[in-house]
């Protein structure tokens, strides 16, 4: 079963910038299932919708971002490692949110345990 996991969430004060990771592992197929997908972050805060952030083609040319993170937030990948990022700068916060990776659209069965990501005043 491919599985991905969330990484490099933290504490970070207003202004600062954090860089998550999230790495496909598993099933023998799970490279396949990273590279062949759009792949996208995620974010939920309590009592709110999981929210699409950002997303990326399989080739890592085409990118889309939402509007409150666009300019901040850069979303990359590396297919020959299997592993998506997400260089957040400038935070602020209302990035504050346990952050998560899929494909797009998401997949129920690839939901991880995310990354929790607050930004304090």
């Known amino acids: 079963q491919v599985q991905l996991e969330e990484s490099g969430g933290g504490l970070v004060q207003a202004g600062g910038s954090l860089r998550l990771s999230c790495a496909a592992s598993g099933a023998a197929s799970s490279g396949t299932t990273f590279k062949i997908n759009y792949m996208g972050w995620y974010r939920q805060v309590p009592g709110k919708q999981r929210e699409l952030v950002a997303r990326i083609s399989p080739n890592g040319i085409l990118k889309n971002y939402a509007n409150p993170v666009k300019g901040r937030f850069t979303i990359s990948r590396d297919n020959a490692k299997n592993t998506l990022y997400l260089q957040m700068n400038s935070l602020n916060p209302e990035d504050t949110a346990v952050y998560y990776c899929?494909?797009?659209?998401?997949?129920?069965?690839?939901w991880g345990q995310g990354t929790q990501v607050t930004v304090s005043t």
């Open positions: 899929n494909t797009d659209p998401a997949a129920s069965q690839y």
